[in-house]
């Protein structure tokens, strides 16, 4: 399994960023994906979580209505649109998909917002 995150960077406040995960080693499909982000000195933050078909989402209160998650299946690949950013945002954000027993995770990619 591999999780390869980009389009992170730094953006001012009330910007935006897309993020992407490519994903290999697995039936893409077949698994619901999520996307987490982590500060140092917290736990790791579940943002957004998508099934397999894409067809149920589901976003931690503190993002809802200013990030949407969503996948192509034909890329194998899962996106985090972040609207609206606000310096709490910033974190490094990883994709991960749980294959039992397991989880696997990306490098992540770390976002700042920061005028």
């Known amino acids: 399994v591999q999780l390869v995150e980009s389009g992170g960077g730094l953006v001012q406040p009330g910007g935006s960023l897309r993020l992407s995960c490519a994903a290999s080693?697995?039936?893409?499909?077949?698994?619901?994906m999520s996307w987490y982000r982590q500060t140092p000195g917290k736990e790791r933050e579940l943002v957004a979580h998508i099934s397999s078909a894409g067809d149920s989402t589901n976003y931690a209160d503190s993002v809802k209505g200013r990030f949407t998650i969503s996948r192509d299946n034909a890329k194998n690949t899962v996106y985090l649109q972040m609207n609206s950013l606000k310096p709490e945002d910033t974190a490094v954000y990883s994709c991960?998909?749980?294959?039992?027993?397991?989880?696997?995770w990306g490098q992540g990619t770390q976002v700042t917002v920061s005028s």
């Open positions: 080693g697995f039936t893409f499909s077949s698994y619901a």
């Open positions: 991960a998909v749980r294959r039992v027993p397991r989880s696997y």
